[in-house]
């Protein structure tokens, strides 16, 4: 029996600012071919993601990294992580 292989999309985030008095991170994420603004309110956990074509897709994968590497993000950096869909 063959397992089907899950497909994968690698998702792109640049940071591109950080407010920890305002408990605020923002940033721009990038994957297939869609492309987001999103601000994260940390304190609150709350996550906007703009624009809504597409945000269903990318939201909670999102909302989990942030969440998994919250202390490590930095203005100016760029990372990746992976989504198993298609996008």
Do not use: C
Not at 6 to 29: C, D, M
Not at 64 to 70: A, M, T, V, Y
């Amino acid at each position: 029996m063959s397992r089907k292989r899950l497909p994968e999309t690698t998702a792109y985030v640049r940071i591109t600012r950080q407010s920890w008095q305002n408990g605020l991170l923002e940033g721009e994420v990038s994957a297939g071919s869609f492309e987001w603004n999103f601000q994260w309110h940390f304190r609150q956990g709350k996550l906007a993601v703009k624009p809504s074509q597409g945000r269903s897709l990318i939201k909670e994968p999102l909302s989990r990294f942030l969440e998994q590497k919250d202390y490590q993000l930095e203005p100016g950096g760029d990372y990746a992580f992976t989504i198993r869909a298609e996008i």
